[in-house]
């Protein structure tokens, strides 16, 4: 384990503070009537900020994970749907550059295509994981895809899928198949599905695929069906910091509203009210030390390794526990005002429930980390 401190992945920080307040005046009424945060992703993709996980070799910026899980933090400060959506893709970009570092096929062309075309990856890991929603049919040069996808976020602009199948191999058995598959493909048809708790903006339709076709060029090798294998405890590894850093940045947001709303007031020198600002930073800080622990566990360039993916799950739940702790302190603290929406508490509020959903769900991850202490196969998901 490395001791890591904020300084320690504040380089892109700045960065994403300015584009934020580009579109923080557009996030309310996003959040409000459920429409996705166009204006956003016009300033993400004119900035170059979809590169920010690209090598700088390749023309990117060169960011580590940690970098940009602390810069997605930032982002969320201004506007929480436009750094969640983004984040999906930024994870993605940051394990197309770790299998670029062990030059594996496709990923250099992938990273370079983000930096040149500036195109927009969505993810479908709501609906895969280690059995992916969705079959896979072998045909003449390539393969049929059929699928309902779930919380496919930012794809009214996204531009490829990176997404898993189901395969029945004829030999090996059952298998599962990733892949890149363009968004805009015959047979794509995005749903008009999003209308959510939390997170409105990020445009997290779910996606029907019929019969849509994929050359064996953008197929990735084959992993086993139900396996949690090592290329899925990378994904994770790579995905769930950035992911906890978006949602902290979310909770932050709402810890210093509610301190501004009491600061300076008669209601600050209540005693009750002095134990509630305690208590609120006091959540947000734990919270913020268990993101900094595990980004020092995960490194740079993480490994596949159970442990690890153990310390990122249980950094995950204690993330996830002290931010909707944090946000209904930060509503008490407030007091009244923090009712009404124009405060902006209580879409926090709203939007950090999320966390939970994403892998592990917080019994999963309990119950996946115990079998890893107990020495009980963990391997099958």
């Not at 189901?166 to 090996?172: C, G, Q, R, S, V």
Request: glycine share 10%; aromatic share 8%; hydrophobic share 45%.
């Amino acid at each position: 384990m490395t001791a890591v401190t904020e300084k320690s992945y504040d380089k892109f920080v700045p960065l994403a503070a300015e584009l934020g307040q580009q579109f923080e005046p557009f996030a309310a009424e996003h959040d409000r009537n459920g429409s996705f945060v166009e204006e956003a992703f016009k300033s993400i993709r004119e900035s170059g900020y979809l590169g920010l996980a690209v090598p700088a070799e390749l023309g990117g910026m060169g960011a580590t994970i940690g970098e940009v899980a602390m810069a997605q933090a930032e982002m969320a400060r201004y506007d929480a749907s436009a750094a969640l959506a983004v984040s999906m893709h930024l994870h993605i970009s940051l394990f197309a550059a770790w299998r670029y570092r062990r030059e594996m096929p496709g990923a250099e062309g992938l990273l370079r295509r983000i930096v040149d075309e500036r195109i927009i990856l969505v993810s479908t890991g709501g609906a895969d994981f280690t059995r992916p929603n969705g079959t896979a049919t072998k045909v003449d040069g390539g393969y049929r895809l059929n699928a309902r996808k779930i919380f496919c976020s930012q794809v009214p602009v996204g531009d490829v899928f990176s997404t898993m199948f189901t395969y029945e191999h004829p030999d090996a058995g059952r298998q599962v198949l990733g892949m890149a598959v363009p968004v805009r493909a015959e047979g794509v048809e995005i749903l008009d599905t999003w209308d959510t708790l939390g997170m409105r903006g990020t445009g997290s339709h779910d996606v029907k695929m019929t019969d849509v076709f994929v050359p064996d060029a953008a197929v990735q090798p084959p992993r086993p069906w139900g396996s949690f294998d090592p290329p899925l405890m990378i994904i994770l590894q790579n995905a769930i910091p950035v992911i906890m850093g978006t949602y902290l940045g979310v909770a932050e947001r709402a810890r210093d509203r509610a301190i501004e709303m009491v600061k300076g007031t008669a209601k600050a020198e209540d005693p009750g009210t002095q134990r509630l600002a305690g208590l609120l930073v006091q959540k947000l800080q734990v919270a913020r030390w268990a993101l900094l622990g595990v980004l020092g566990d995960v490194g740079d360039d993480p490994k596949p390794d159970l442990e690890t993916v153990t310390r990122v799950s249980h950094a995950k739940l204690a993330v996830t526990d002290a931010i909707t702790e944090a946000c209904d302190i930060a509503l008490q603290l407030a007091g009244g005002a923090s009712f009404y929406r124009k405060a902006g508490i209580e879409q926090a509020l709203r939007d950090v429930r999320g966390l939970m959903f994403h892998p592990f769900t917080p019994e999963v991850g309990l119950t996946h980390a115990g079998k890893v202490t107990l020495g009980v196969p963990a391997d099958e998901m």
